[in-house]
């Protein structure tokens, strides 16, 4: 969330925003020439990046069935399938969450292909009326309900502060577990105290109305929409999403996480699903599309009815093309009979290990793949003869567009620290400007505007250990060392066999800028260790 977002709630608490999007350092098109690029941020980023997940659901939807579809559909789509980002549940800050585009085109392919399914349904009551729709558990997925409506225009209002709501049409939302008791209610916020996290009750202001059940219990469930009072105009149509069901015919369901990291030198991570038969028919069914880095045990075959059979898919590392890097797939089990395809995912993420005897010159003139660049706005990791390297070449982090914008360089390998002891790291470092400020937090997640060395055992959460600002890091070269072994247990980090090293930087110009220049650059990386000795057992 940018420091520039706007924030809810409306005067009566209703949900605002509804979504956000990334408007902050968005690499786009800008002006004349057509070659020229530049990042930017603002509503004419995040906007025109909603409008378009929006528009690309609506193109899919009618090439399908030359129907356009009602805005609450899409709107419904496009809340269930948002990335929960911030608090837990939707807030005052981010909405319900991040538009993703992906995930909401999957929801409505899954419609596209069965819309008898339940997965997007349209519907209206009338006064009195209740619908009812029930449905199993699919055994694997939270179950997610969002209902989404367009409420007719309220009295208009023209004091300030005023809490009362202002919905017409008060639908509501209830989904009745197996044992016939258990209720589930929606999501709300208190417009009085917004800080705090979302709790479930009755919501009489949001004109969309979300159940999340996270481990719901095997058997039948029964979702409810009902009504408050009379119905503006008799009736209310609205738009349902629905996600956790099991579907008809055939039903996948991840046995394995389907993100895996792996170790070149180490054992290939192993991808598993159940597959089920959910129809009174024997279901014939193939993978398609799967990448050549993955071996499958099976990849074809025939489910009897109401029967479960396991598949399980092998890295292998050494096909065509496979190298350190983040390799991605998205696939599909294809039901031969009807037609039906069912998509997953399966990404790895590897990496070569470094070991505690790793010195680092960048006298090769290249960057090894020990290394891997990631970062915010145009960030740039390159071994240059330039700059003023020590010797021949040195390794240069920094912004590689003259912009106003801000650009955070990161530079991570992953350290093989299990069975090593009296651990040490030793570089020379000079910056081409004042660096950044201290992180916002410590630790922190995914990422900060700053400039350091962090450490983390999973890749999302990092601990700063050692700061390249004041007295860390001058406009010259110079050798700095620290204990990386006392780092890490200062970070909570020990028993670890591996353990995610990076250098960041906060940058807005180049290295080479002829005006205020900025960057980090490194030369001679050193990270030593001494090998555990195992314990010896004499037995006489």
């Known amino acids: 969330m940018t420091s520039f977002g706007s924030w809810g709630p409306s005067d009566d608490g209703r949900i605002k925003p509804d979504l956000v999007a990334v408007g902050a350092l968005v690499m786009t098109l800008w002006g004349n020439p057509s070659s020229l690029y530049a990042s930017g941020s603002g509503t004419s980023f995040s906007s025109p990046s909603a409008a378009g997940a929006a528009l690309m659901l609506q193109a899919m ?75 199993h558990w699919d055994g694997h997925s939270p179950i997610r309900a969002t209902v989404c ?44 105290n917004p800080t705090l996290d979302a709790t479930v009750g009755d919501n009489i202001v949001d004109n969309v109305e979300q159940v999340l059940i996270e481990s719901p219990d095997v058997g039948e469930y029964t979702l409810l929409v009902t009504h408050k009072g009379a119905l503006d105009g008799g009736e209310q149509r609205f738009s349902l999403v629905l996600t956790g069901q099991e579907l008809p015919g055939l039903n996948i369901m991840p046995t394995t996480p389907q993100r895996a990291l792996h170790i070149m030198e180490g054992e290939p991570p192993t991808f598993g699903w159940s597959l089920r038969n959910a129809s009174s028919e024997a279901l014939n069914w193939q993978v398609e599309d799967a990448p050549e880095w993955l071996t499958f045990g099976i990849s074809s075959g025939t489910i009897p009815p109401g029967e479960i059979i396991e598949v399980t898919a092998t890295l292998n590392p050494e096909s065509p093309g496979f190298s350190p890097a983040v390799h991605e797939a998205r696939f599909q089990f294809r039901d031969l009979d009807s037609g039906q395809v069912r998509k997953t995912d399966a990404v790895v993420d590897a990496w070569r290990a470094i070991a505690p005897n790793f010195e680092e010159d960048f006298e090769s003139g290249v960057l090894s793949d020990a290394w891997r660049m990631t970062g915010v706005g145009q960030p740039r990791a390159t071994v240059r003869d330039t700059q003023g390297p020590i010797d021949s070449w040195h390794l240069v982090l920094d912004d590689y567009m003259q912009a106003a914008a801000w650009t955070r360089t990161e530079l991570t390998s992953l350290l093989a620290v299990g069975g090593w002891a009296n651990l040490e790291v030793s570089f020379d470092g000079k910056a081409f400007s004042t660096s950044a400020g201290s992180p916002s937090s410590n630790p922190y997640l ?21 700061p390249l600002r004041a007295g860390n890091i001058s406009l010259t070269y110079a050798h700095r060392e620290f204990d990386l072994e006392e780092a890490i247990e200062a970070a909570g980090l020990q028993g670890h066999e591996h353990l995610f090293f990076r250098f960041t930087t906060t940058v807005r110009n180049p290295a080479s800028a002829s005006s205020d220049p900025n960057g980090l650059a490194f030369d001679n990386i050193t990270i030593t260790g001494v090998p555990i000795a195992p314990d010896l057992w004499s037995i006489y």
């Not at 009602?70 to 939707?90: F, Q, R």
């Not at 007719?152 to 939302?173: A, F, R, S």
């Open 149 to 192: 409506w367009t409420d007719p225009p309220g009295e208009i209002k023209t004091g300030l502060n005023d809490p009362t709501p202002v919905l017409v049409n008060d639908l509501d939302l209830r989904v009745v577990g197996p044992d016939g008791e258990t209720i589930h209610l929606p999501f709300f916020l208190d417009g009085q």
């Open 61 to 135: 939807h009618r090439q399908a069935t030359d129907v356009v579809m009602y805005s609450s559909t899409v709107k419904a789509l496009l809340i269930h399938t948002a990335s929960d980002i911030g608090n837990p549940g939707p807030d005052y800050q981010n909405g319900w969450g991040l538009v993703d585009a992906a995930t909401a085109a999957d929801v409505l392919d899954l419609h596209l292909q069965d819309p008898d399914a339940g997965v997007v349904q349209v519907e209206a009551i009338t006064d009195g009326q209740t619908y009812t729709h029930t449905f």
């Open 446 to 466: 995914g990422g900060s505007w700053t400039s350091g060395v962090a450490l983390s055992a999973d890749g999302q959460l990092w601990h700063e250990v050692f």
